[in-house]
T-cell receptor, first 112, second 111 residues
Framework: DAMVIQNPRYQVTQFGKPVTLSCSQTLNHNVMYWYQQKSSQAPKLLFHYYDKDFNNEADTPDNFQSRRPNTSFCFLDIRSPGLGDAAMYLC???????????FGPGTRLTVT | DAKTTQPPSMDCAEGRAANLPCNHSTISGNEYVYWYRQIHSQGPQYIIHGLKNNETNEMASLIITEDRKSSTLILPHATLRDTAVYYCIVRGYNQGGKLIFGQGTELSVKP
């Protein structure tokens, strides 16, 4: 009964090589979020989509972009990963903004 | 910036109640108190939320003080599977759904 699915669970990429992480949901929620969680730190919001409306956090680096082709899927693109981008990337959904969020298991990104 | 203060760590004996405190002295009238937890290497999990009344669900109880400046999450019978980092988050419905995580409380349930 997976509700928020993230693939892959573990991703290794090379320094500077573009990488895409994916998230899908079976909840038909309107809002999808991407968080970054570095080792021993709390999750930090990168951006979110409310339907097709993209909302970027002010301090999210330009290196990070997102796409939401339909309600069910959302992608996180890292154009030129640096060593500092190694982290767990968490996708979450909520029915509407302000409601409780449901998180996926995360994708752990390693940059070599 | 996080608007909450939590102890960094707590221990609890298995089968006993775990009481996790949270201070949110600057909470405003339209802001809710949310609790999430994150078990190691998993995504955060929603537990409960409340505005001013005490709330209970199948996972936990939330006690909010009358002045709303602090709250306590209660796990009535903690199990080893409740070992996790617990985040107390203050959020208003008009804040775009953003969750601002503080450092949370690392709860260790011991046999």
């Amino acid at each position: 009964d997976a509700m928020v699915i993230q693939n892959p669970r573990y991703q290794v990429t090379q320094f500077g090589k573009p990488v895409t992480l994916s998230c899908s949901q079976t909840l038909n929620h309107n809002v999808m979020y991407w968080y970054q969680q570095k080792s021993s730190q709390a999750p930090k919001l990168l951006f979110h989509y409310y339907d097709k409306d993209f909302n970027n956090e002010a301090d999210t680096p330009d290196n990070f972009q997102s796409r939401r082709p339909n309600t069910s899927f959302c992608f996180l693109d890292i154009r030129s990963p640096g060593l500092g981008d190694a982290a767990m990337y968490l996708c979450a959904t909520s029915r509407v903004q302000g409601y409780e969020q449901y998180f996926g298991p995360g994708t752990r990104l390693t940059v070599t | 910036d996080a608007k909450t203060t939590q102890p960094p760590s707590m221990d609890c004996a298995e089968g006993r109640a775990a009481n996790l405190p949270c201070n949110h002295s600057t909470i405003s009238g339209n802001e809710y108190v949310y609790w999430y937890r994150q078990i190691h290497s998993q995504g955060p999990q929603y537990i409960i939320h409340g505005l001013k009344n005490n709330e209970t669900n199948e996972m936990a109880s939330l006690i909010i003080t009358e002045d709303r400046k602090s709250s306590t999450l209660i796990l009535p019978h903690a199990t080893l599977r409740d070992t996790a980092v617990y985040y107390c988050i203050v959020r208003g419905y008009n804040q775009g759904g953003k969750l601002i995580f503080g450092q949370g409380t690392e709860l260790s349930v011991k046999p």
